[in-house]
T-cell receptor, first 110, second 115 residues
Framework: RKEVEQDPGPFNVPEGATVAFNCTYS??????FFWYRQDCRKEPKLLMS???SGNEDGRFTAQLNRASQYISLLIRDSKLSDSATYLC???????????FGGGTRLMVKP | DAGITQSPRHKVTETGTPVTLRCHQT?????MYWYRQDPGHGLRLIHY???????DKGEVSDGYSVSRSKTEDFLLTLESATSSQTSVYFC??????????????FGPGTRLTVT
């Protein structure tokens, strides 16, 4: 079983749609959680950290459910520029090491 | 912009040759990492450094070595490249300034092809 699992997609949605991605993690001692965005042939870029109380940044909302060990990312009013792969990332309690999910590909169509 | 550069950006080399990839950072971050990214495997940690001359192995360290003689530079060496090491290599940094010490920021990547 992978430590961090994501539905690879692709999720094909029209502009303006709301889309949600989920991610599950296996290590219950995980301490920090992040969403990264990766465009084709580019480096991953930090989208947002995920806090226990949930957090929002503009059209993006991240939530954490520690009991069920899953993290979600909600994108409202999708833009063409949101098309990318979204990586779920988890840090365990053993230091600075991060474990990456395989990514979920989003394609926003006109 | 996290002030990270990687060189070279692209390289084609032959099996059995040594290859060194360089990661350079300008913001005095304590931690530096080398990852490889392959289809179907996502990002996997090769080696990391937690200070000058302090390094440790990651998940897929076989066939790779690293060195960090200065805070700003982290070198990844393939002593004898194999075709299985064809990949995209990313350097990352963390642990300085106002950013969370656990957030990692990535360089632009090096695309390596071993023929």
């Amino acid at each position: 079983r992978k430590e961090v699992e994501q539905d690879p997609g692709p999720f094909n949605v029209p502009e303006g749609a709301t889309v949600a991605f989920n991610c599950t993690y296996s290590n219950s001692a995980s301490q920090s959680f992040f969403w990264y965005r990766q465009d084709c042939r580019k480096e991953p870029k930090l989208l947002m950290s995920v806090y226990s109380s949930g957090n929002e940044d503009g059209r993006f909302t991240a939530q954490l459910n520690r009991a069920s060990q899953y993290i979600s990312l909600l994108i409202r009013d999708s833009k063409l520029s949101d098309s990318a792969t979204y990586l779920c990332v988890v840090r365990d309690n053993a230091g600075n090491m991060l474990t990456f999910g395989g990514g979920t590909r989003l394609m926003v169509k006109p | 912009d996290a002030g990270i550069t990687q060189s070279p950006r692209h390289k084609v080399t032959e099996t059995g040759t040594p290859v060194t990839l360089r990661c350079h950072q300008t913001e005095n971050h304590r931690y530096m990492y080398w990852y490889r990214q392959d289809p179907g495997h996502g990002l996997r940690l090769i080696h990391y450094s937690y200070g000058v001359k302090d390094t440790d192995k990651g998940e897929v360290s076989d066939g790779y070595s690293v060195s960090r003689s200065k805070t700003e530079d982290f070198l990844l060496t393939l002593e004898s490249a194999t075709s299985s090491q064809t990949s995209v290599y990313f350097c990352a940094i963390s642990g300085q300034g106002q950013r969370s010490s656990y957030e990692q920021y990535f360089g632009p990547g090096t695309r390596l092809t071993v023929t």
